[in-house]
């Protein structure tokens, strides 16, 4: 039971990092680049928060399923597959939790003076420093929000890691899917289970508030 | 204005967490309908069975609305073992179906169950693999097999304790990609091309025809599986629940569950 808490801390913080990575260039583009066609990608983005994650879970299997459209040339060129492995778990979290950093940190960005940025550009800055240093910091509480919105949502994930990456417990049996199992089987072992994610999510939340509240 | 922006950003995570835990209990419960009570022998009867059931309790159903008007049965498939344990918490149901003893005994151990169970069919596993069986899988030791992937069902759904009492008879130890939380979502895995390989009913194999094949093996003998059904204690419904149970043992019903594969006990 020990494996599923620790992978189900392991996978949420790695599909957090992922959604770090993509999720803010993507926040930015949306915040800050006029561009054909943004109001239909602003709506995918928040598609993951509409469909139910059972739904989602399909949908990725039919994208990276072996079957699927990505998958399918994956597994033929690399012989890799990512359902019912460590990495399906992230990318199903990461897909089901990436619209609460992205509107977040889009938000964020929308309340920030774009005008900083222009004076950072005029006094030389590279556009990547004046997003490093000036940009980033501005909108700092709104990223740290966001990833802990997008970090909860991806411990709690359900439905689509059991659709899309299957339930082995210490490989892919989270801790969400643990107490679905375990309510089967014992009540007990499934309430001592519930009691147990819910102490540490709410401590790492509280550590991590505390912490971010001290240094803005 | 920090200490605000925090305030809205707690809010918001709990209403989101709040929502989303709310949805997916709806989505793992299942939506049995409470029964009204009601005359005897009308109004809903609600039916709890094993996911392997679903096919033939359904045109079971349909028959036995046939012949009595008055009821209206409602079904709810899942693995046998979240079923058991839905009663045993308060689940609001006429009929609970399992595919196996063990299952059955969690619900008459707490007393939730009116007399004692009785066995209506039977049923073994098979290897359910892609239709025309393209990586020639034709006995549980070729499972085992280095990059064959194989999807089982939990050790507390009954597919899954059978499936370990095969393979233990068999002395095949594998380490299967998966484990489903019921029969139906380990041949759906077959069905997408997920793995090449789940041990199923094989009713289950038969009902999916048109997408896998069903593999006969001889260790499947040694796990066969009864599958027996109860009226439930707190049913609102209990004379349709005792109408049900009778029904089920009746030659016609029982010609339905031989038609999709299953044995008599």
């Known amino acids: 039971m020990l494996a599923a808490l620790r992978l189900s801390l392991l996978t949420a913080t790695l599909a957090t990092a992922a959604c770090l990575l993509l999720g803010v ?15 239909l990608v602003r709506a995918l983005v928040t598609v993951p ?27 033929a060129t690399f012989g890799f597959s990512l359902p019912f492995t460590t990495a399906g778990v992230v990318v199903a979290e990461a897909f089901v939790a990436m619209p609460f950093l992205v509107i977040s940190v ?5 309340g920030a003076d774009a005008r900083y940025e222009e004076a950072a550009a005029t006094l030389g800055a590279s556009r990547w420093t004046a997003f490093r240093r000036v940009t980033l910091p501005l909108i700092g509480p709104g990223v740290a929000a966001g990833a802990v919105l997008c970090w909860a ?25 643990a107490v679905y199992l375990a309510l089967e089987q014992d009540l007990d072992a499934a309430i001592v289970l519930s009691l147990l994610l819910l102490v540490v999510s709410v401590a790492i939340l509280a550590g991590l508030r505390d912490r971010w509240l001290g240094a803005t | 204005m920090t200490a605000r922006r925090w305030a809205a950003v707690a809010a918001a995570a709990l209403l989101a967490t709040a929502g989303c835990a709310g ?10 309908s409470p029964g ?53 918490s308060g689940a609001p149901a006429d009929v609970f179906a399992a595919a196996s003893p063990a299952t059955m005994r969690t619900v008459t151990d707490a007393g939730d169950a009116v007399g004692a169970p009785v066995t209506f069919a039977r049923n073994q596993l098979v290897i359910a693999v892609a239709k025309g069986n393209p990586r020639g899988l034709t006995s549980l030791s070729a499972l085992a097999g280095p990059g064959v ?15 370990s009492k095969a393979l233990d008879a068999a002395g095949v130890r594998l380490t299967p990609v998966t484990l489903e939380q019921d029969v139906r979502a380990a041949l759906a895995k077959v069905k997408l091309g997920e793995v090449d390989a789940a041990l199923v009913y094989r009713t289950d194999a038969g009902a999916a025809a048109a997408d896998v094949d069903g593999v006969e ?49």
């Open chain 1, 153 to 177: 949502r991806a411990l709690g994930e359900f439905g689509a890691t059991i659709t899309f990456a299957g339930n082995f417990p210490g490989r892919t049996q989270t801790m969400p899917l």
């Open chain 2, 36 to 88: 009204s009570g009601g005359a005897r022998g009308s109004g809903p009867v609600t039916v709890l069975a094993a996911a392997s059931l679903t096919e033939s309790f359904t045109a079971i159903g349909t028959r036995f609305e046939q012949l009595n008007p008055a009821l209206d049965v409602t079904f709810s498939f899942g693995g046998s073992s979240g079923l058991a344990q839905q009663i045993v």
């Open chain 2, 23 to 32: 949805g997916e209990n709806d989505a793992a419960g299942g939506g049995a």
């Open chain 2, 149 to 163: 992937k194989v999807a089982l069902c939990a050790e507390p759904v009954p597919c899954g304790a059978a499936a």
């Open chain 2, 217 to 265: 093996f001889p260790e499947s003998a040694g796990a066969v599986n009864d599958y027996p059904i109860v009226a439930l204690r707190d049913a609102p419904n209990p004379a349709g629940a005792a109408a049900f149970v009778a029904f089920v043992r009746t030659p016609e019903a029982q010609q339905i569950l031989a038609d999709a594969g299953f044995r008599q006990p």
């Open chain 1, 106 to 110: 889009e938000g964020a960005l929308r």
């Open chain 1, 25 to 39: 260039p993507l926040a930015w583009m949306l915040a800050r680049v006029p561009f054909r066609g943004r109001r």
């Open chain 1, 49 to 75: 928060l509409v469909l139910p994650p059972v739904v989602g879970g399909v949908a990725l299997l039919l994208v990276f399923g072996r079957r699927g459209l990505v998958g399918g040339w994956l597994d």
